[in-house]
């Protein structure tokens, strides 16, 4: 029996110990244990990667305890930890540690359980009065209660009321308020009523998907376990149908499954309608579990420990469910693949539809991946043949794509272009719903960052003649540059196109946007959702609430709006600002505005009532806008595959992102300019190496923010060279630099 260990330590950067292990743990330690041990005289924690049966290592220290089996790594993640710390030039430490739940890291004692307060009842008017004049913290509690939904925890209710403790006893003794605690075995949830879900009948594109899905997951057939599916279907095709029917042959034969969804589209509508098919009483005890990053630490925990003890065999969850501890896993499905949430924007920076992609194959399981609007690395791939495409070309319920209009907002007059910004044909439609009772979504590009420089009066805006990409307007020092491959030049002092001079002034922010549309509604019940306002848990489900009870007339929103939301009653959806992200220093731009058009217009018109979408923007002409417009996806795709290969952008080319950030301008600026040349010295020809150049958003959070971009065909080369840089680099202490392959955030 082996006795002695290699243990990761997590908190060095990448360094291995030795240790013994103590004759009563030698038959329970393997590779994957999380262990504890001390490093010079302190407590550490780390993860055996080998198990030994000699070490010459003098003095050696003995493992003084483990962490606990639940958050052993199997062999296979260990492998697939390996992978990605590879592929991502990240440390291994961090990836094994990013596969766990915190509570299971060993780094958080147990977890406390939450106190919850809910309204019991209200107390009639007179004595509601009364408490508004003598105990206005009392009041503003209960006044904070009546909006909610559900249940809210007591330190949020405080904060968000002003309320003290003292005031909430006394409500609690009048008998109007009821408090509770989360039990931290609750599963997120508990307690709502799911009933069997009738199952639909498929149309025959979707019978034909089924059978041939069926037949992999049934099949010995390896060398279709090794290429993953690409699940194309319109927006409301069907693919949620088709994922349930699917799963349910996985769990009949006594396998697992894993389904990631963008955390925004991880509503309770889209759970219910999973718990609804496999967790009532005849699912034959498949269990559903649910991890999302709005769970507490102890939830997640219990969810995590519910698939390991094989209560629950579907995990449905945001990025890191792909790391699910199932066995026997049978399908991993990962739906809307296109978003660039999969994408982790912090160490390790890896993209879960990949890794779902190497888990898959590792554990010999089909992938699926699922989307109306199919990233283009993905559908390249299926044109390839290195993904199997299956196609749902037609809405399931027979009804038309809705209409989209497009308003071309140089022809508007200059107030819809300073006054918030509604055009008067997007006001008109807004009126005619108010009229009728029926509502409206408007959706605003994410905040009010526009960098670019576009004209007003003709559309025309600055690009880099080497790269195609919008430049970015740094008005410090006033430069355009590219910062994808550092060319700068002088910004125009008018239109190069049309000689106007406001091409300077060019943006508007998403406050004054809201604003504009209050005054131009002022009797609408108008609520936002962005991610600014929804940080608080249950937030967002109180907005949707309300919308869908119909409180709600005009919800104004973000990204957030745009996904798997299934409202009936509304008929019109509106993008105030479809430039901003059309010119978004980004190669991707084309792509995202393609994606959020389709999927806004698949918000529209769900019920009876046919929808209609209208799109603003200075650049009609756009691709992106005309091929969304028309709902021709292939179209899109041929035009958008050219610009990628002229420009070579990937997937022509494997992208390495090099950041480099600090809080004095000139240092951080000269450590880029430093790591850039180191890297023209490394780098073989066959790598394009950019010069250092300013992040478009140049300042954040106090501190300069450089980019150093590197193209290769070749990603192992790409590797090799991060590699290089980390060990041969040396930077100013306060001057930090950051790798991300296959970069999502280019801003
Ligand atoms: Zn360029
Ligand atoms: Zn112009």
Known sequence: MPSFARVLIDRSEGRELDYAIPAELRDRVCVGERVIVKVRNRRALGTVLELMEHSDVPGIRLIEGLVGNESTLPPVMMRLARWMADYY????????RSMLPPMLRGEKIAGKKIRMAELSGMPPAQEYERLARKAPKQHAILERLRIATSAIPVHELLRESGGSDASLRALV????????????????????????????????????????????????????????????GVTGSGKTEVYLRTLGAVLESGKSAIVLVPEISLTPQTVERFRARFDHAGGGGAG?????????????????????????????????????????????????????????????????????????????????????????????????????LLELPKRADGQTMPLIRVVDLRLQGKRAKSDGGLSAPLQMAITKRLESGQQTILFLNRRGFATSMLCEQCGHVCRCPNCSLSMTFHRDDNRLACHLCGHTTTPPER??????????????????????????????????????????????????????????????????????????????????????????????AGERTFQLLTQVAGRAGRGETEGEVIVQTFSPASPSLQHARHHDFAGFYEQEISFRETFRHPPFARMLLVRVRGVSPEKTSHAAAAVAKKLKGLAPDSVEVSDSAPAPLE??????????????????????????????MPLPDDVVMTLDVDPYSLM
Not at 89 to 96: K, Q, R
Not at 332 to 343: A, C, F, G, R
Not at 516 to 542: E, L, Q
Not at 700 to 722: D, M, N, P
């Open 699 to 728: 300042r954040s959070h106090g501190q300069y923010r450089f980019h150093v971009i590197l193209k290769s065909s070749s990603g192992a080369v790409l590797g090799k060279l991060a590699r290089e840089l980390l060990a041969s």
């Open 288 to 388: 559903v579990a649910v991890l999302h990053s709005h769970l507490t630490d102890a939830e997640r925990r219990e969810e995590w420990m519910r698939l390991q003890r094989g209560e629950a065999r579907i995990a449905i969850g945001a990025r890191s469910a792909v790391f699910a501890p199932l066995a026997n896993l049978g399908l991993i499905i990962v739906d809307e693949e296109h978003e660039n949430t999969y994408k982790q924007e912090e160490t390790p920076r890896y993209h879960a539809r990949d890794v779902a992609v190497m888990r898959g194959r590792l554990e010999g399981c089909p992938v699926l991946l699922g989307s109306a609007t199919p990233s283009i690395e993905s559908y390249r791939n299926a044109l390839l043949g290195k993904y199997r």
């Open 89 to 96: 030039c990240a440390p291994l430490a961090s990836v094994m």
């Open 495 to 588: 239109c190069p196109e049309c000689r106007d001079p406001g091409i300077r002034h060019s943006g508007l922010g998403t406050q004054r946007v809201e604003e504009g549309i209050r005054k131009a509604f002022p009797s609408a019940r108008i609520a936002r959702m962005d991610a600014d306002t929804m940080s608080r848990r249950g937030s967002y489900a109180d907005v949707l609430g309300k919308f869908r009870a119909r409180q709600i007339d005009i919800l104004i929103g973000t990204q957030m709006i745009a996904k798997g939301l299934d409202f009936p009653n509304v008929t019109l959806v509106g993008i105030i600002n479809a430039d901003i992200g059309l010119h978004s220093p980004d190669f991707r």
């Open 173 to 232: 003794a009048a008998g109007w308020i009821r408090l509770s605690e989360v039990r931290s075995t609750a599963s997120p949830g508990d307690g709502e009523q799911v009933l069997p879900g009738r199952i639909p009948r498929l149309n025959p594109d979707q019978e034909s998907v089924v059978a041939v899905l069926l037949e992999a997951i049934g099949g010995s057939d390896d060398a279709a376990l090794q290429r993953p599916f690409l699940l194309h």
